[in-house]
């Protein structure tokens, strides 16, 4: 019989040289002036002057407030510990660096995965019975983790913190059940930073009580792709003791993660994938297919592949709400990582503006993770330092309250299409002003056109037919200025300058559906060279939608065949300059193989060009585009 669906909770009642002061204080005022003693800071940064080698090992099980397994007992999470030792610090307390995560050990790598391919959308009354493909994504997400930044322990225990890694519930050594984002999985990490504090219980491997007497109970989590996700949950809760986060390539809405706009979405290069695998993969298989088995297969049911609605299943996996935020946040992220999309900080970061929260960001080309410690950026003051050194100095300034100035430097960092890092004072770009670049076509076949101005009166409508089952998005991108029965393409004149973008471009779009109840909705804003290059496109951000959420992501409503609806939706976040002598392209299709599911061929598409625009957030306005 199925277990409750509900979230249990249990009540449960607990109980040169530098000196060490109280950290920083929530987000109202940063660190006061101190000189921590026993640790040494050269140039604002700690230095590595305690021996890794003497360092203390421990292991810890933490109680938490959660019974994700609904055994009737606290799930305890499993965590390690490793910190200078006391004679080495002459017994002053240390703070804590915190990374959380689902993937320590135990994983099942090779989870079945739901077939893509359906006879039709699901949304459409019909489904693929083809069954399940086995896929490795064990090797994938091995990939994805080799990203992760160079231990944090042989680093940060020589400059006298301690270094937690967990392991969340329902996966390794803990108890329980995954919960893939929700409030028990949120509190089950909580309860780590409340034991550091003397909130919770600890026990180790022989039942024994534990304490943190060590810690000062400062606590910085950490952590890359889902391990950054949890100190973005952790930090919505407001728990005292957490002061600061650095999130890297970290999910800030599991809806955004597997959805976009009403629309089954998957993470780049995870084709398929949905929540309830990646729950199956971190439970690991005997877990998964023994005592979690209910538990996983109402992860399945309730998030909802046929009608893709945000949902309550997935507001419960929302951090975007800040209001309670009293850490200080770090985002990294990767402007080109389409695993987690650039929607991820960039939402996150908007509500951190919102509430003021103390922040910083540094966005680099990569994909999904890091920056790479050696990184560098020069600041406006002449001074370089490499994005370890940045987070080194963030951690000391929020842990150690070492005054070294960081937070009176630019906000935002940014790397170039050159590869050069630069500084602005906030993303977006202040300076960047919404265009509208209207669509034009005198011809129900050839390719449009971009336009600032007024297009030419036209009654024209064009026409395409999905087939992106078998065509791939890069030839739909390919060859802007020939026809093609597959997609719809426009594009700007040559451009006389250098052109930025900074922040959402929007997609408004007048279409019919002319054969289906519903169709994928994709579009793609690209970098075309000049006419007639032969060099390959540059795609800058996509963007999905259901048309059948052409209202709210929250609710489906019928599409009536043939008639044409207005459709709004945001592309995936993005700061990028296009060189002059340049165009900018939007390419309109349907299925895209990448990323959504992929019915047979054949449903038709038809949009009104002189309705349509896109809308680009150009620093400087309309009058940088020249045309």
Partial sequence: MRRPRHLALLSIGVSGAL???????????????????????????????????????????VQTPVDTDHDGRPDRVAIDISRPRETATQGFKVPVIFEHSPYRKGTWGDVPYPSVLVDDLPQNGLTDRSGRRAFDVGTQRAQAKANLPGSLDDYYVPRGYAVVLG?????????????????????????????????????????????????????????????????????????????????????????????ANGLVVAPGTFQGEDLDILAQYTAGHARAEGPCADELAAITEEQDRVTGDYSEFWRDRDYLDARNVKASVFVVHGLNDWNVKTEHFAGWWDQLAKRDVPRKIWLHQGGHGGPGSNASVTLPSGQTWTYKQTENRWFDFWLWNVRNGIMDEPTAVLQREDRAYTTYANWPDPAAREVGLRFAATDATAPGALTTGKPPKSTVEQSFVDEGRTIHPDTLVSNPDTASANRLAYRSPELTQSVRISGRPEMRLRMAIDNKPDANLTAYLVDYGPAGSTAAPTVVTRGWMDPQNRKSAARTEPVKQGKLYDYRWTMEPKDYVFPAGHRIGVVIFSSDQEYTLLPLGGTELRVAPNDSELRLPVVGGRSVLGF
Avoid at 42 to 60: C, K, N, W, Y
Avoid at 189 to 210: E, F, H, Q, S
Wanted: glycine share 12%.
């Fill in 19 to 61: 000196v060490l002061s109280a950290a920083p204080t929530a987000t109202a005022a940063p660190p006061t002036a101190t000189t921590p003693t026993g640790i040494v800071v050269s140039d604002g940064m700690t230095q590595p002057v305690f021996s890794l080698a003497d360092a203390i090992e421990e292991r810890v099980f």
């Fill in 167 to 259: 392991q969340s519930v329902g996966t390794g050594d803990s108890d329980g059940c995954p919960t893939s984002g929700d409030q028990a999985e949120t509190l089950g990490t909580k309860a780590v930073i409340d034991w550091l504090n003397g909130r919770a219980k600890g026990y180790d491997a022989n039942g024994a009580p534990v304490t943190a007497g060590w810690t000062t109970g400062a606590v910085g989590m950490t952590g890359v792709s889902y391990n950054g996700t949890l100190p973005n949950q952790v930090a919505t809760t407001g728990v005292k003791g957490l002061k600061t986060i650095v999130p890297v390539s970290a999910i800030s809405s599991w809806y955004d993660y597997y959805r």
